[in-house]
């Protein structure tokens, strides 16, 4: 037999398979050729079943039932020799995705090629080492503590400060904490002195102990003599000090009885009897809440005002404008300090003396030229005069004239603009004395 006859089926496609059963029907063929030709029919039905599998399904159950032989190219399992040919990740394998829900990775040990690596921080098993915080000296005390102090006077929160303090490894300077926060304190304001007494208060039990804050008040009663040079009033106010810390149970109720018979600087037996003092007249109650004052903002509203009063009305006894931005300071309420403004001008309306106008201007424009008044608060107390000056007119004739005097001799002095003069009311209609008169204006 030619291998035109064999190989024409399979090269030109013309025959199929049931021409070319019949046909081998007809034919005798060798044992080499029928091999040969079983192999042709069995890779010709392969290619028939692989182009038409998806859109006969007739050919596919054809395919089915002849075996396909596994090539590489089916073989999941790893080409390196690794693995048991699973899907990575259970099956949520993917570019940019985690991983199956659920899913808990093992812990993994460090590289030390990462550039992330930390050295400090070597976790093994369960237990977290982590790096050792060296022990504060004297100098890195005043370096941290400081700035911790000051932000604490700004915010007044005690418990960021106890978070902070735990960060740090305090050691033998534990003591040095309070004295710190009391020497900013006497040179603060009294705001700033409760602040103080509170934070002692709080400190207690959490990151220091009864015995380290009297280590600290030993310390400062032994260094008054150079605390005096700064603040000439240390004496009384450490005294305060000790007895609020005694009262809020910061310092041992003992404290005291240490230095009976036992004190040889005048200044320290000063603050040990003003704290005897205070505790004797407070022995009933719990906290010296009032040693310090209310302060600032946290004052009622009603308090302020009387204070205020008494200012100025000290003010125009005495004359000494000092004295009244000292009293001014002391209030701590920049805020409210139109009321101020407010409450002089409505003293110069009723009084209508021609010395209180002048003294109120003297003291507005020292409280200006100081910066204790701002441009809005003195706007601020003027417009409130303005807006009551009505009300104010019929207790007070002369209001109107008196406001007019009052507001020139500012716009003058530089106190006020003049925008604000401008914006002073005029008086109302004119009323004439008689016709007989010429016309005349009654003052």
Same mark, same amino acid.
């Given at each position: 037999? &030619?291998? &035109? ?29 029928? @091999? ?6 069995? !890779?010709? @039905? ?6 038409? &599998?998806?859109?006969?399904?007739? &050919? ?57 690596? +930390?050295?400090? *921080? ?58 710190? *926060? ?7 304001? @009294? ?16 990151? #220091?102990?009864?015995?380290?804050? !009297? ?7 032994? $260094? ?21 810390? /005694?009262?809020?149970? @910061? ?13 040889? %600087? ?6 040990? +009897? ?35 009063? #008494?200012?100025?009305?000290?003010? #125009? ?6 004295? !009244?931005?000292? %009293? =001014?300071? $002391?209030?701590? /309420? ?11 001008? /409505? ?18 424009? *020292? #409280? ?29 004739? =002369? ?10 001799? %500012? ?31 009654? $003052?």
């Amino acid at each position: 037999m &030619s291998n &035109s006859a064999v190989m024409g089926p399979g090269e030109d496609g013309a025959l199929d398979e049931e021409e070319m059963s019949e046909e081998e029907v007809s034919r005798d063929w060798t044992p080499q050729e029928k @091999a040969l030709h079983e192999a042709k029919v069995k !890779a010709k @039905a392969k290619y028939r079943v692989r182009r038409t &599998s998806s859109r006969d399904s007739e &050919s596919t159950e054809t395919i089915a039932e002849t075996p396909i032989p596994q090539g590489k190219s089916h073989d999941r399992k790893s080409r390196m020799g690794k693995g048991r040919g699973l899907p990575k990740k259970g099956g949520a394998g993917g570019k940019g995705v985690w991983g199956a829900l659920g899913q808990v990775y093992t812990y993994q040990e460090p590289d030390v090629q990462d550039p992330n690596y +930390d050295e400090s *921080a070597q976790v093994i098993g369960k237990t977290v080492y982590h790096k050792v915080v060296p022990e504060l000296d004297e100098v890195g005390l005043q370096h941290n503590v400081q700035p911790m102090v000051r932000e604490y006077f700004e915010h007044g929160d005690t418990e960021e400060v106890i978070a902070l303090l735990k960060e740090l490894n305090l050691g033998k300077q534990s003591s040095g904490v309070p004295r710190v *926060a009391v020497s900013l304190a006497l040179e603060g304001k @009294a705001s700033h002195r409760e602040l103080t007494s509170r934070l002692l208060s709080d400190l207690v039990g959490k990151v #220091l102990s009864e015995e380290h804050i !009297a280590e600290a008040f030993d310390r400062m009663l032994s $260094e008054l003599p150079d605390l005096i040079l700064d603040t000439p009033e240390a004496p009384q106010m450490l005294g305060q000090f000790i007895a609020r810390a /005694v009262a809020d149970h @910061a310092l041992p109720l003992n404290f005291l009885d240490r230095y009976k018979g036992r004190v040889d %600087c005048d200044h320290a037996r000063a603050a040990v +009897d003003r704290a005897a003092v205070l505790l004797r007249i407070k022995r009933e109650i719990i906290r010296l809440d009032n040693v310090w004052g209310v302060g600032g903002g946290q004052r009622p509203v009603k308090h302020l005002i009387k204070e205020m009063n #008494l200012l100025l009305q000290e003010f #125009l006894i005495s004359g000494q404008v000092c004295e !009244a931005e000292r %009293c =001014l300071r $002391e209030l701590e /309420v920049p805020h409210f300090h139109h009321e101020l403004v407010y409450e002089a001008v /409505v003293l110069v309306l009723e009084g209508s003396a021609e010395g209180h106008v002048l003294m109120a201007v003297k003291l507005l424009k *020292a #409280l200006w030229e100081s910066g204790l008044i701002t441009l809005d608060q003195m706007n601020r107390g003027f417009q409130r005069v303005y807006n009551e000056l009505p009300d104010l007119s019929l207790d007070v004739p =002369l209001a109107q004239s008196v406001m007019e005097k009052l507001v020139d001799l %500012c716009y003058k002095e530089g106190v006020i603009t003049q925008h604000l003069r401008d914006e002073c009311p005029g008086r109302g209609r004119k009323r004439f004395v008689s016709e007989g008169d010429g016309g005349l204006i009654k $003052e």
